[in-house]
């Protein structure tokens, strides 16, 4: 059973940049694809982007695309996303998540999730 534990999350300016982080444990991940999907309060879940394995094809939101990068470490181990020139847009908890299913944008297409790690922007 895969457990993902995000990190990296906090409290920022506009224009900085953060790295989130997401492991489960040291296993490996290669056989899913990995998603980042965010929710601020009040607002739908909203798909950042995701990477599969083992050729990191990825694949982004519309509203980050040009900002975010997804990655994962060369062990297939912990799925980062690079966030840079935030804005207080970007405010929200941002959540990690597995699939089988390549492509999808649909959260209800991934299982399992991780808590959280809360990103807050400020102008």
């Known amino acids: 059973q895969v457990q993902l534990v995000e990190s990296g999350g906090g409290l920022v300016q506009a224009g900085d940049s953060l790295r989130l982080s997401c492991a489960d444990s040291?296993?490996?991940?290669?056989?899913?694809?990995m998603a980042w999907f965010r929710q601020a309060l009040g607002k739908e879940r909203e798909f950042v982007a995701a990477?599969?394995?083992?050729?990191?094809?990825?694949l982004y939101g519309d509203s980050v695309s040009a900002r975010f990068t997804i990655s994962m470490d060369d062990a297939k181990t912990t799925v980062y996303l690079q966030m840079n020139n935030l804005t207080p847009e970007d405010t929200a908890l941002y959540y990690c998540?597995?699939?089988?299913?390549?492509?999808?944008?649909?959260?209800?297409?991934?299982?399992?999730w991780g808590q959280g790690t809360q990103v807050t922007v400020s102008l």
């Open positions: 998540a597995a699939s089988i299913v390549w492509g999808t944008t649909n959260w209800h297409q991934y299982s399992p």
């Open positions: 040291g296993r490996s991940l290669s056989t899913y694809t």
């Open positions: 990477i599969r394995g083992p050729f990191g094809t990825t």
